[in-house]
């Protein structure tokens, strides 16, 4: 049995860049040691993706009203058709190296429960990737030098034990909302959120957003409001990196560094995920943003 099973709801094929860094992306995760790859969803060229790379293909999901695939179906269906301790969903763009599989062995060895999540370096692929000998390494050396550290802001993985995430709200794919209640639900459920940024590199292929009505950012679209309804609120949905409660460095989990962003991210989120209290959490949040504004004014 694998280790981990990546899964994963591509955009459609029709687009010749974005067919380039998916495959791109999707082929990296090929190359993983005890790793199952799960591609979910009958998009146009990913039936044939799936063939060329030989990976799982389950093209039949839930949709919502637009056509994007249902996170729960995708979580529950990942399980279904490949049983193994550990699940990861990464997004189709996201090239991943071998330090992924090593920094889930690392945690999964001090901890039962927990999701795995960090930043990402951006970084401009046009071409088809090179995965001759030795790639990983010219890749990784190129991006360091040329990529860009994406703030953390948006997650574009989360690795988990089988027994995390057992149920989640119907949230649609590919829009904004849904990581953010992962992060949430992880502290409120009381397993540590780790940031991995340290020990691992993902390396997102860049990309405009033509992919979606009117060519607009995920976060503007509609389906959005409907998945911080079902997030609970957006309370529920201003959870990023910045709340991690731990951090993976050389493959120990240590506690998160406290800085001033942080701190204050601690103090606005308390009441939320130890009194449930949404009224206080935006009070606090309000606030917050007051303080900036009168700060930013007097510079």
């Known amino acids: 049995m694998p280790l981990i099973t990546i899964f994963s709801a591509p955009k459609p094929f029709t687009d010749p860049h974005i067919a380039t860094i998916q495959r791109n992306a999707i082929a990296s995760w090929t190359r993983l040691p005890d ?8 998009e146009p060229g990913l039936a044939k993706t799936a063939a060329d790379l030989g990976v799982t293909h389950i ?4 949709r919502s009203e637009s056509g994007a695939p249902l996170m729960d179906a995708m979580f529950r269906l990942a ?6 301790p550990l699940y990861a969903i990464v ?3 996201i090239i991943l190296f071998d330090d992924f599989v090593q920094a889930a ?3 999964s060895a001090q901890r039962e429960k927990f999701v795995l999540m960090g930043q990402r370096w951006d970084f401009e692929i046009n071409e088809p990737l090179d995965l001759s000998e030795g790639w990983a390494n010219r890749l990784r050396s190129t991006v360091h030098r040329l990529g860009e550290l994406h703030r953390p802001a948006g997650s574009d993985y989360f690795l988990f034990p089988a027994s995390c995430y057992t149920e989640l709200p119907a949230f649609i794919i590919g829009r904004a909302g849904w990581d953010n209640w992962m992060i949430y639900h992880a502290l409120k459920s009381g397993f540590p959120a780790i940031d991995a940024t340290a020990d691992i590199m993902i390396v997102h292929q860049n990309h405009d957003y033509a992919h979606l009505p009117g060519g607009q950012p995920h976060y503007k679209h509609p389906e ?18 910045l709340d991690a409660n731990k951090r993976l460095v050389n493959g120990k ?3 998160q560094k406290l800085d ?5 991210r601690r103090i606005e989120a308390w009441p939320l995920l130890a009194l449930g209290s949404t009224h206080l959490t935006n009070t606090l949040w309000r606030l917050q943003k007051l303080v900036s504004r009168k700060g930013e004014n007097k510079c």
């Open 253 to 255: 989990i240590l506690p």
């Open 59 to 62: 093209r039949e999901i839930s």
């Open 35 to 42: 790793v199952n790859v799960v591609l979910l969803g009958d």
């Open 105 to 107: 062995k690392n945690v």
């Open 79 to 84: 399980k279904e058709s490949s049983p193994t």
């Open 260 to 264: 001033s962003i942080r701190l204050w």
């Open 224 to 241: 959005t409001e409907t998945n911080i309804h079902l997030a609970g609120g957006r309370p529920m949905t201003r959870f990023t990196l």
């Open 91 to 93: 997004n189709a763009d």
